[in-house]
């Protein structure tokens, strides 16, 4: 007879497993689809009894939820929804010391496109789940497991769908946890951990400016070429007022205590520039942001076209979309006007309450040094999609990470990897988090 697989080694082989199914995703004109490796997740709960129903937005872009009421839980209680994604960014292989789609595991790290950003989450939650299954025991309450698609592109065929098609799937949730939080950041030997509160909303903008066709050689006066690169170098260049939320404040308080050293939020990214990237994403979260990323215009050198174009990434704090946008109207000027391509909602709630309170205790049952501290996502998750259906929503999939690591780098970035030993301690805090969510 055969001895069953522990937790430790299900999670390492279902994040591998994931990894080697390729789900880039290159936006709605050519994303691979998600549909293989949502059919193997579908797989691993049914074999612990667990059935799921796979829902497809468009051909190949697979959603899949599944609702789990083990024996002894509390019906009565709300279900907490436990989300992942399975697409992933695309990976240019050149670039990599490995194979991004292998699943190698080198120097104690699992390698690939995923390992941070979501397969290493979708991995805890399949291990940890079908242990307490295979264990008999209950959670506190029911849970709604959902892994979307397209959480990449913004969601339209994922999350976004899902709320706009079938909200009763997820609407009785009252909280949820997902990607990006939960994992630590060493200072001074004091390991805090970074429970997400917060993300900044999307507005994603194109840039028409229109004007006068003729020849190259000609002066011209209401050049749309002349007109949108500068309004694009004011937007640019353009340095927004500091904007200052309560996740950002207590986060900033807890790296003070840390560190030992008063930051200024004005500074912030300065100030802990030390820290690696996540600097960078502390600093974006101070204030609106705006980055020209696209400029299109013209056919021939010698031709001044009649239009020009732009791409601009805006990311607004919660409470200051309006802000935003009449800024962006100021910069523009009267020759360049805006198209929202893409925009969402900003996400905040507060860091208080019984979930915080067991991701607090489950996380420090595992390392007594922990710190739970709550902070801002400059980027955004599928939590958007949640929160417009009322649900209450933080980033926790927890992660003990090596001080070295530059943990946030890996996101989107070339040599992802996880340690093994996080991926363990993910399904240890998560197994005790649902004793008491």
Same mark, same amino acid.
């Given at each position: 007879?055969?001895?069953?697989?522990?937790?430790?080694?299900?999670?390492?082989?279902?994040?591998?497993?994931?990894?080697?199914? %390729?789900?880039?995703?290159?936006?709605?004109?050519?994303?691979?689809?998600?549909?293989?490796?949502?059919?193997?997740?579908?797989?691993?709960?049914?074999?612990?009894?667990?059935? *799921?129903?796979?829902?497809?937005?468009?051909?190949?872009?697979?959603?899949?939820?599944?609702?789990?009421?083990?024996?002894?839980?509390?019906?009565?209680?709300?279900?907490?929804?436990?989300?992942?994604?399975?697409?992933?960014?695309?990976?240019?292989?050149?670039?990599?010391?490995?194979?991004?789609? +292998?699943?190698?595991?080198?120097?104690?790290?699992?390698?690939?496109?995923?390992?941070?950003?979501?397969?290493? #989450?979708?991995?805890?939650?399949?291990?940890?789940?079908?242990?307490?299954?295979?264990?008999?025991?209950?959670?506190?309450?029911?849970? $709604?497991?959902?892994?979307?698609?397209?959480?990449? &592109?913004?969601?339209?065929?994922?999350?976004?769908?899902?709320?706009?098609?079938?909200?009763?799937?997820?609407?009785?949730?009252?909280?949820?946890?997902?990607?990006?939080?939960?994992? *630590?950041?060493?200072?001074?030997?004091? $390991?805090?951990?970074?429970?997400?509160?917060?993300?900044?909303?999307?507005?994603?903008?194109?840039?028409?400016?229109?004007?006068?066709?003729?020849?190259?050689?000609?002066?011209?006066?209401?050049?749309?070429?002349?007109?949108? &690169?500068?309004?694009?170098?004011?937007?640019?260049?353009?340095?927004?007022?500091?904007?200052?939320?309560?996740?950002?404040?207590?986060?900033?308080?807890?790296?003070? *205590?840390?560190?030992?050293?008063?930051?200024?939020? %004005?500074?912030?990214?300065?100030?802990?520039?030390?820290?690696?990237?996540?600097?960078?994403?502390?600093?974006?979260?101070?204030?609106?942001?705006?980055?020209?990323?696209?400029?299109?215009?013209?056919?021939?050198?010698?031709?001044?076209?009649?239009?020009?174009? /732009?791409?601009?990434?805006? $990311?607004?704090?919660?409470?200051?979309?309006?802000?935003?946008?009449?800024?962006?109207?100021?910069?523009?000027?009267?020759?360049?006007?805006?198209?929202?391509?893409?925009?969402?909602?900003?996400?905040?709630?507060?860091?208080?309450?019984?979930?915080?309170? /067991?991701?607090?205790? +489950?996380?420090?049952?595992?390392?007594?040094?922990?710190?739970?501290?709550?902070?801002?996502?400059?980027?955004?998750? %599928?939590?958007?999609?949640?929160?417009?259906?009322?649900?209450?929503?933080?980033?926790? +999939?927890?992660?003990?990470?090596?001080?070295?690591? %530059?943990?946030?780098?890996?996101?989107?970035?070339?040599?992802?990897?996880?340690?093994?030993?996080?991926?363990? #301690?993910?399904?240890?805090?998560?197994?005790?988090?649902?004793?008491?969510?």
């Amino acid at each position: 007879m055969s001895t069953p697989p522990t937790v430790h080694d299900e999670v390492v082989t279902f994040c591998r497993d994931l990894i080697r199914f %390729d789900t880039s995703n290159f936006g709605p004109d050519g994303a691979a689809g998600e549909r293989e490796a949502t059919e193997y997740v579908a797989a691993q709960l049914d074999e612990v009894g667990i059935s *799921s129903t796979i829902l497809e937005s468009a051909p190949r872009r697979a959603n899949l939820v599944a609702h789990w009421e083990p024996e002894g839980c509390d019906r009565s209680l709300p279900p907490l929804l436990i989300h992942g994604h399975t697409d992933v960014v695309p990976a240019v292989a050149a670039d990599w010391q490995v194979d991004p789609f +292998a699943g190698e595991i080198r120097d104690g790290y699992l390698w690939g496109r995923g390992a941070v950003d979501m397969k290493d #989450f979708d991995a805890i939650i399949l291990a940890t789940i079908r242990e307490r299954v295979r264990s008999g025991r209950a959670t506190r309450r029911p849970i $709604r497991l959902v892994f979307t698609a397209d959480e990449e &592109a913004g969601g339209r065929f994922g999350s976004g769908w899902l709320g706009a098609h079938h909200p009763d799937l997820v609407a009785d949730c009252s909280e949820a946890i997902g990607e990006v939080g939960g994992f *630590s950041l060493t200072l001074n030997q004091r $390991r805090l951990y970074l429970i997400q509160t917060a993300e900044k909303g999307i507005a994603w903008l194109n840039l028409i400016a229109g004007g006068t066709a003729g020849h190259g050689s000609m002066r011209n006066s209401d050049n749309p070429v002349t007109n949108l &690169a500068a309004a694009v170098a004011r937007i640019g260049n353009y340095r927004w007022p500091v904007r200052i939320r309560p996740a950002q404040q207590q986060f900033l308080e807890a790296v003070e *205590s840390a560190l030992g050293v008063p930051i200024s939020a %004005d500074t912030a990214e300065e100030s802990l520039a030390r820290l690696g990237s996540i600097a960078r994403m502390v600093g974006a979260t101070m204030s609106n942001t705006a980055n020209p990323t696209m400029l299109q215009a013209g056919y021939k050198v010698n031709v001044i076209p009649g239009a020009a174009t /732009a791409g601009v990434d805006g $990311r607004f704090i919660p409470g200051f979309e309006d802000e935003f946008y009449a800024t962006i109207t100021e910069l523009l000027g009267d020759k360049v006007r805006y198209e929202v391509a893409t925009g969402d909602i900003a996400v905040e709630t507060g860091f208080e309450g019984d979930l915080v309170a /067991a991701m607090t205790s +489950a996380l420090q049952a595992e390392d007594p040094e922990a710190v739970t501290v709550p902070f801002m996502m400059s980027g955004g998750t %599928d939590a958007k999609a949640w929160s417009k259906l009322g649900v209450r929503c933080f980033g926790f +999939a927890p992660l003990r990470l090596p001080p070295e690591l %530059d943990f946030v780098s890996l996101f989107h970035g070339v040599d992802e990897r996880v340690p093994i030993e996080s991926l363990e #301690f993910g399904c240890r805090v998560l197994d005790r988090f649902l004793d008491e969510a």
